[in-house]
């Protein structure tokens, strides 16, 4: 009998988590690549309601070539892209709740894509200011507060991978530098942020049938997300979604998910779940 041993860490319980990471895409009927369908779900995990206004959320950079690979540079890690919860008023989100964050809020099942879902009930856009991708005017939008392309507002989810994605509080960000490439001085620049601020992240990695999973993608410290997890398909527009496992449900139907800072336990994909759904 074989057996595969899987670290975990141990941790305080967090409140919001990131439960379900749409990155893949689908197709149409039509077989044409179908993107503008994708977003992130958090979930409150808690026993308690929660004030989410000013938390931030951010993708790391994804190039075939990490701009810093693990263990470079320690204390930080390297952002393409970085929204914001609007701040002002609160945005309370009740214990088993989720807040859904969609590039496109609008019902994508009428555009002939069979796999894609009606994301009208969304809680928030990364709204496209290019005009690329249809939005629902009527979905207030996540701001968008750094972005490695002036043109790219819309969140930059990579259908087969790497995808990862942290979710974290910091009071300085106005104050963390953008950089280059470890050992260059032209091309993209990055938003260095400082790994330590980190309440919750999830590495979604490159993968393919011959070779496996792609390790050399990963973005994350382990004391992060001690594994991984990834789609079944190389270049996505499979329609999987990567998603929480629950970990408990109490008998009135609330339940909570699991959290153990390893995503190889923690997640699994699926085509068969819509938004704020969760694998019973």
Do not use: C
């Not at 969609?102 to 994508?108: F, G, P, R, T, V």
């Not at 260095?192 to 992240?201: E, L, N, Q, S």
Request: aromatic share 10%; proline share 4%; hydrophobic share 35%.
């Amino acid at each position: 009998e074989s057996r595969i041993a899987l670290a975990t860490n141990a941790h305080a319980v967090q409140s919001l988590i990131i439960g379900k990471v749409y990155a893949a895409g689908s197709k149409d009927s039509n077989n044409r690549n179908y993107s503008a369908g994708k977003y992130i779900e958090f979930f409150n995990n808690s026993d308690r309601e929660i004030d989410i206004s000013g938390y931030y959320f951010g993708l790391l950079e994804s190039g075939s070539t990490a701009a810093y690979t693990l263990g470079l540079t320690p204390d930080y890690l390297y952002l393409k892209q970085l929204y914001r919860f609007p701040t002002g008023k609160p945005i309370r989100v009740a214990a088993g709740g989720t807040v859904l964050v969609a590039n496109s809020a609008i019902d994508h099942t009428a555009n002939d894509a069979p796999l894609e879902h009606d994301l009208r009930g969304a809680d928030f856009e990364a709204k496209d200011a290019s005009g690329k991708t249809v939005n629902n005017p009527t979905t207030p939008a996540v701001e968008l507060v750094f972005s490695m392309w002036a043109q790219v507002t819309a969140m930059n989810l990579v259908q087969g991978g790497p995808t990862s994605v942290v979710l974290f509080t910091a009071d300085d960000v106005d104050t963390w530098p953008q950089v280059y490439a470890y050992q260059k001085s032209t091309g993209a620049q990055y938003l260095r942020m400082p790994a330590k601020v980190i309440k919750d992240g999830v590495d979604i990695l490159k993968y393919n049938t011959v070779n496996g999973v792609d390790l050399t993608s990963r973005r994350l410290y382990d004391w992060i997300d001690a594994g991984y997890t990834h789609i079944s398909s190389a270049s996505g527009w499979n329609g999987e979604v990567s998603v929480r496992k629950v970990s408990a449900k109490a008998s009135n139907g609330r339940f909570t998910l699991m959290d153990t800072n390893n995503s190889t336990n923690d997640f699994t994909t699926t085509t068969h779940l819509a938004p704020r759904q969760y694998p019973q």
